[in-house]
Structures are given as structure tokens and as C-alpha cells.
């Protein structure tokens, strides 16, 4: 009898993990689940792949920039990677705006980039072991080799191939272009075909051929390719001389020539992992990060820009007082200060001063303004009417000859917008005067 309860209590155990394993066995992927995923960018060169990789475990960042550099079009490498330093982007999505062909695929595949990243968090090995098969399965192809915008270098060490693409010019890079279905030869996969996202018709970027690889224009990316693998260990490196020198704002330790890159779940904002084991590492500092972009508030304390997703710089309390100063000297004269056109009052709150006390010389300021600006536009059609214009009129010559017969009293300064035309004497509403004769007076103090 007892040995028939230890019997039934382990067939009982067996039966309770069966669906856990079971589970676990499904939530990874597969050989053929994953060369899908990762045929599109197998074949890209190391240095962008793997920061390809690195942008994709941030998607929401991803779509952002994608959207960035559709409406910069005319920006890519490192100065489209320098224009973009102030958005509150991850620095390898940052990076991917040197390439506006990536981040066209990436916009348009949304849950592709996802997917992508979701495997390289879970599985980083095999992701890297993924690339390696597809590369050699493209070389056995014979689509994959050496040109002139590419260097494919074949290592063997202890049984293991390696392939590694390189740009042949360090300066430039080519992004590849093909249609997976082609260049890796016969899919052993049939039931989990390779993906692949063609360009949109009439599309700038490159056109892949039918049967190879095709490149497009090359991109002077230097600093902005700063990413790498050390295939052996399963990791990827990065070149810190060169993202400091593009990512000045997150700079890292400058005492090493190479770190390893983690993933910084502070930056995934509004979507979750995927994954049971990633999400118990990484989701409360997502959390907590996502919190802190909604309030404005990126990593060190810095507050996002309203709207760019850069970074902001308070005005100092030295700022403030320049500006008020500025404000000041305008009120009294009239005149702007080259450089404090508007004031810190009317940048940062109409009406108010940068520390925060009610200004009551804005509105005074604004009236000014219009009062000069419609002395001008007055000027202006008086001017515009021709010297013979009242010829043949003969009251409006008498009334000129009884104005100049009249003995002139000394005025102050003219207006500097002009003359204003009109008769009587009135006051204006800012303490600004008209003589008799329709000459502006300058201004009162406001």
C-alpha cells in the first residue's frame, strides 16, 4: 500500500510538470523560428547588425525614429546620428538614423522589430549562432563574397566557422539589400519561411537584384558605427573612442578601449517583454522608467524638451536676470537687445517674469509694437503716392501752402517709425503724442 502512494504521488508530479516543461520548451525558439526572424539583416555588415540588434530590444524608440527620418530625409550618418543626440532615444537607435534604408524596413515592420528583440534579450546566443548558419548558408550559396563595398573574412577555430562582414572602406558603409528567399539557396525550413520586407515601390533607397545582393548609396558613418561581436564568447562590443565621439551626451568609461553591451530597460518605455524570465529581470526598471519619460524626467535628472524627446536646459538664475535686463532696457527705449528678442518672460510664460513675478511690462511692449507698425504701414502708403498726385487740386495745394506759412515750433526727436498723418493734438494710449501739424512725438514712459 505505501509503495503504491509513492507510485502515484510521483506519476502525480510528473503529470504537474509536464505542462510546465512543456511550456518552457514552446517560449523558446526554434532553429527555423529564428533564422526567419533574423534573415532579413543576416548578411548586414557586423558593426550595424549588431547595433540593429541592440535597437530592436527598444521598439517603441525604433518606430520614433523611423518616423524622425522620414521627415528628415535628406539627413543620414554621422550627421543625422549628431542631429538626433538630444532625443531621449536609446543611443543604438540614436545610431540607426545614420541609415534611413534601416529604419525605413524597421518603421514598416513593427512587430517584426519586436519579435527580434524580444529573441535577442531571451536568447542572445542563439540569435548569434542564427547568423552565423545564414552566413555560411549564403557563402555555400554563393551570394555572399567579397566586393568592392564589402569584406567577408572566413575564420575556423576549433571546429566552429565564423564569418564576419566588414565595410571595405572603414569610411563608408553599404547596406545590403536582398530578397532572402534567393540568396541563402534552398530553405531547409519550409514551414517557417524566411521573412522578407521589400522596399515600397518607388522607393529611394537601394534595389536588391533578383538573383544577389544589391547596395546602395554608401553612408560616411564612421563614429556612428560603433557596435561589434566577439562571435567566440557570445558577445557583443562596444568601441568606446567611438561612441564617445558621437554620443557626447551619454559618454562611457573613456579608461576602456571595449565594454559589452546590457541592455538598459529604463529606455523600452510602454512595451512589455514578452518573455516570463526577461520580464522578471528587466519589467520593474522598465516600469520605473517609463515613469520617469512620462513625467519629463530622462536618466540624471535632465527634463525632456515638450514634444522633441530632448533634453532641455533650465534657464540659470544669471539667464533670468539677463533677460529681465533686457526686458527693462526695451521697455524704456523701445529698442531690442540683439539676441533677447521676446524676453524669458514671453518664451517661457506670457505676461511673467523668469522668476516667476508678474511683469507688467510685456503688454506696454506688445502696443509699442503695434503703434510702430502701423506708423510704418502709414508711412508706407503716403509714401507710395506719386509727387503729382494732387495736381489740379487746388484747396488741398492752399491748405500746403497755409501749413509751411506757419511759424514751426521745435520738436523733440521724430518718431523713428515715421510720420503719422492727421490733424489735432490727441494723446495716445502708451503716453505718445500727435502735434498739430501730424508729426509723431516720441514715446512717454510706459
Wanted: aromatic share 6%.
Amino acid at each position: 500500500m505505501q509503495r503504491f502512494k509513492h507510485l502515484f504521488a510521483w506519476c502525480l508530479a510528473l503529470m504537474l510538470m509536464a505542462p510546465l516543461g512543456a511550456a518552457q520548451a514552446q517560449a523558446r525558439l526554434s532553429h527555423a523560428q529564428l533564422d526567419q526572424l533574423t534573415a532579413p539583416i543576416a548578411l548586414y555588415p557586423d558593426a550595424l547588425l549588431s547595433q540593429v540588434l541592440m535597437a530592436a530590444t527598444y521598439p517603441a524608440d525604433v518606430a520614433a525614429a523611423a518616423q524622425w527620418s522620414k521627415a528628415n530625409p535628406g539627413l543620414s550618418g554621422d550627421a543625422a546620428t549628431k542631429a538626433v543626440a538630444n532625443q531621449s532615444w536609446d543611443p543604438s537607435v540614436q545610431s540607426l538614423a545614420a541609415f534611413p534604408s534601416v529604419l525605413d524596413l524597421m518603421g514598416r515592420q513593427p512587430q517584426w522589430v519586436q519579435s527580434v528583440g524580444d529573441a535577442f534579450l531571451a536568447q542572445p546566443n542563439d540569435v548569434m549562432d542564427s547568423v552565423q548558419r545564414l552566413r555560411t548558408q549564403a557563402q555555400k550559396a554563393g551570394t555572399l563574397k567579397t566586393t568592392e563595398q564589402q569584406k567577408v573574412v572566413t575564420q575556423t577555430t576549433g571546429g566552429t566557422t565564423v564569418v564576419q562582414i566588414e565595410p571595405a572602406n572603414p569610411q563608408v558603409v553599404y547596406v545590403p539589400t536582398y530578397n532572402p528567399t534567393v540568396v541563402y539557396g534552398a530553405w531547409p525550413y519550409p514551414a517557417y519561411p524566411p521573412a522578407y520586407y521589400p522596399p515600397p515601390p518607388g522607393s529611394v533607397f537601394a534595389t536588391s537584384l533578383v538573383a544577389g545582393i544589391g547596395f546602395g548609396l554608401g553612408v560616411a558613418a564612421v563614429d556612428a558605427m560603433w557596435g561589434g561581436f566577439d562571435w567566440g564568447h557570445h558577445d557583443v562590443n562596444i568601441n568606446v573612442n567611438r561612441y564617445n565621439n558621437i554620443n557626447v551626451n551619454q559618454r562611457l568609461d573613456v579608461n576602456r578601449a571595449n565594454v559589452n553591451w546590457q541592455h538598459n530597460p529604463a529606455n523600452r518605455g510602454n512595451v512589455p517583454y514578452n518573455n516570463a524570465a526577461v520580464r522578471g529581470r528587466y519589467d520593474q526598471q522598465r516600469q520605473a522608467g517609463l515613469a520617469s519619460r512620462q513625467a519629463g524626467v530622462q536618466p540624471g535628472g535632465q527634463r525632456s524638451g515638450a514634444g522633441s524627446g530632448g533634453v532641455q536646459r533650465q534657464p540659470s538664475a544669471r539667464d533670468q536676470a539677463r533677460e529681465r535686463a533686457a526686458q527693462s532696457f526695451e521697455g524704456r527705449t523701445g529698442q531690442a537687445i540683439p539676441g533677447h528678442a521676446g524676453g524669458l518672460a514671453e518664451r517661457s510664460h506670457p505676461g511673467a517674469s523668469g522668476d516667476g513675478v508678474q511683469n507688467p511690462r510685456p503688454a506696454g511692449l506688445d502696443r509699442q509694437r503695434a503703434d510702430q507698425a502701423q506708423a510704418r504701414d502709414r508711412a508706407r502708403n503716403a509714401n507710395r503716392d506719386s509727387a503729382l498726385h494732387d495736381a489740379g487740386n487746388g484747396e488741398r495745394v492752399r491748405q500746403q501752402t497755409q501749413r509751411v506759412s506757419m511759424p514751426q515750433r521745435e520738436a523733440p526727436q521724430a518718431h523713428p517709425a515715421g510720420v503719422n498723418r492727421g490733424g489735432g493734438m490727441r494723446e495716445q494710449g502708451g503716453g505718445e503724442r500727435l502735434r498739430g501739424d501730424g508729426e509723431h512725438f516720441g514715446h512717454g514712459r510706459r
